[in-house]
């Protein structure tokens, strides 16, 4: 079993940056596949990035170059890191994990997941 429990959300101006994190308790942690999945107002959920127990990267392509995944086993912590932020980037973000990493195509079909954390960004 695994319990998400994401935090770092906020209300922030277009161009800044904020910092997601999400602490898993997990035994396993570092077997995990762990990623973040968004849905913004009125639409579907959509793979953000995703880290592999290798530590091994995949970004939609609507983020690369702005965000960043990274996870600490030692702590079992999954982090986002968000800089030049966009409206566009207005969403409930999901931490989520499963033992088979997907595409991200195919990550809101990922086991486990947190209640989220809300992100807006104003023009």
């Known amino acids: 079993q695994v319990t998400l429990v994401e935090s770092g959300g906020g209300s922030v101006q277009a161009g800044g940056s904020l910092r997601l994190s999400c602490r898993a308790a997990?035994?396993?942690?570092?077997?995990?596949?762990m990623g973040w999945v968004r849905q913004a107002p009125g639409e579907e959920r959509e793979g953000v990035a995703a880290?592999?127990?290798?530590?091994?990267?995949i970004y939609a392509d609507s983020v690369k170059g702005r965000f960043t995944i990274s996870k600490d086993n030692a702590t079992t912590t999954l982090y986002l890191q968000m800089n030049s932020l966009e409206p566009e980037d207005t969403a409930m973000y999901y931490c989520?994990?499963?033992?088979?990493?997907?595409?991200?195509?195919?990550?809101?079909?990922?086991?486990?997941w947190g209640k989220g954390t809300l992100v807006t960004i104003s023009s």
């Open positions: 880290i592999n127990s290798d530590s091994n990267t």
């Open positions: 997990a035994y396993t942690f570092d077997t995990y596949c």
């Open positions: 989520a994990a499963d033992l088979v990493c997907p595409s991200i195509a195919t990550m809101t079909f990922m086991d486990y």
